[in-house]
């Protein structure tokens, strides 16, 4: 898996709590990180998906026909 470095800022009360887990677990925090964002990003395409399932409901949105959906998708 290729890698990339990020900078981020986080909280000083974030960063104690990724430190001692980090420790605990015996996991190095840039991996921790990344399997928190991985589990946010899941729950995130959870709460989009329910999104777009109340628009639906609403009518404000419609499902695509299989042809919309093949030439969206190049098939």
Known sequence: MDRVRRNIMLPASLDRELETVSKTLGEKRSALISKALSYYFDFLD??????????????????????????????
């Open 46 to 75: 959870l709460e989009i998906a329910k999104q777009r399932a109340r628009r639906f409901e609403a009518g404000e949105s419609r499902a695509l026909t299989s042809q919309e959906l093949r030439k969206a998708l190049r098939f």
